[in-house]
Nanobody
Framework: QVQLVESGGGLVQAGGSLRLSCTAS????????MRWYRQAPGKQRELVAS???????NYVDSVKGRFTISRDNAKNTVYLQMNSLKPEDTAVYYC?????????????WGQGTQVTVSS
């Protein structure tokens, strides 16, 4: 079983910055993709950023140039640096990881961390 624990959420004014962290622990093989999703009230969960095991990042258009995803494989941790935050970035942010070889892959989710951006 793998646990993902997020931290770093909070309340910030528009234009400010936050850094989210998510650490995986437990019995696991290799971690493949790690992602950050978010879900705002009344909206569907959306993929914000992803990073492959090799470190290649991808972003949703709305956060390009403002958010940076990175990972430390030695620490089984993924980060999301969020700059120039906007009120529309307000949401619960969830960490995701998929683990194991392609023929036996498992997906895990964190519990979520609230990010609130005030105008």
């Amino acid at each position: 079983q793998v646990q993902l624990v997020e931290s770093g959420g909070g309340l910030v004014q528009a234009g400010g910055s936050l850094r989210l962290s998510c650490t995986a622990s437990g019995s696991m093989g290799s971690i493949n993709n790690m992602r950050w999703y978010r879900q705002a009230p009344g909206k569907q969960r959306e993929l914000v950023a992803s990073i492959s095991s090799g470190g290649r990042p991808n972003y949703v258009d709305s956060v390009k140039g403002r958010f940076t995803i990175s990972r430390d494989n030695a620490k089984n941790t993924v980060y999301l640096q969020m700059n120039s935050l906007k009120p529309e970035d307000t949401a619960v942010y969830y960490c995701y990881a998929d683990v194991g070889p392609i023929w036996s892959r498992y997906e895990y989710w964190g519990q979520g961390t609230q990010v609130t951006v005030s105008s």
